[in-house]
């Protein structure tokens, strides 16, 4: 294929010299909502180092697959550029999505214990799992939610 033969994706339609940290809705596919986790600004050099974004992905995962939205939950995982995460719920109510985030940076907060799934046989990166790092990011980014305007 050529790049003429190639569509443009949406994500790539979004300018990211202008986007800052916050939740957004990122697309609506049937009854699949895609939100932006967006923890950084883009493009400034301020990156979620391997360890952080996988401790968190450890931990947001699976506190928010226990949570009232446990059934909605298609998929959290880290975008490619380090400065934030997605999250597909089924049936989103936005509010109650924004709510269960906020719940769950909280108890990624609170936590006492190893990092969730931090063996060989749950993880193929195990070692490189911080609670430290878990919990700082949590509350950067519940810290940035508190700042600006959902």
Same mark, same amino acid.
């Given at each position: 294929? *050529?790049?003429?033969?190639?569509?443009?994706?949406?994500?790539?339609?979004? =300018? !990211?010299?202008?986007?800052?940290?916050? %939740?957004?809705?990122?697309?609506?596919?049937?009854?699949?909502?895609?939100?932006?986790?967006?923890?950084?600004? #883009? *493009?400034?050099?301020?990156?979620?180092? =391997?360890?952080?974004? !996988?401790?968190?992905? !450890?931990? @947001?995962?699976?506190?928010?697959?226990?949570?009232?939205?446990?059934?909605?939950?298609?998929?959290?995982? #880290?975008?490619?550029?380090?400065?934030? @995460?997605?999250?597909?719920?089924?049936?989103?109510? *936005?509010?109650?999505?924004?709510?269960?985030?906020? %719940?769950?940076?909280?108890?990624?907060?609170? !936590?006492?214990? &190893?990092?969730?799934?931090?063996?060989?046989?749950?993880?193929?990166?195990?070692? *490189? %799992?911080? %609670?430290?790092? &878990?919990?700082?990011?949590?509350?950067?980014?519940l810290a940035e939610l508190d700042a600006r305007p959902v």
């Amino acid at each position: 294929m *050529n790049d003429q033969e190639v569509t443009r994706i949406t994500s790539f339609s979004i =300018n !990211h010299d202008k986007l800052l940290p916050g %939740l957004y809705v990122s697309r609506v596919d049937g009854d699949v909502t895609t939100y932006d986790r967006r923890a950084r600004r #883009p *493009n400034t050099g301020d990156l979620m180092d =391997n360890s952080t974004m !996988h401790s968190l992905e !450890h931990m @947001f995962a699976t506190y928010i697959r226990n949570g009232s939205l446990k059934d909605s939950i298609i998929y959290f995982g #880290p975008m490619g550029c380090q400065t934030g @995460f997605y999250l597909l719920v089924r049936s989103a109510d *936005n509010d109650e999505v924004l709510r269960q985030i906020r %719940l769950t940076l909280c108890k990624i907060i609170a !936590h006492e214990g &190893a990092v969730f799934g931090a063996s060989s046989r749950e993880c193929g990166n195990y070692r *490189n %799992l911080s %609670l430290d790092a &878990a919990k700082t990011e949590a509350r950067r980014y519940l810290a940035e939610l508190d700042a600006r305007p959902v």
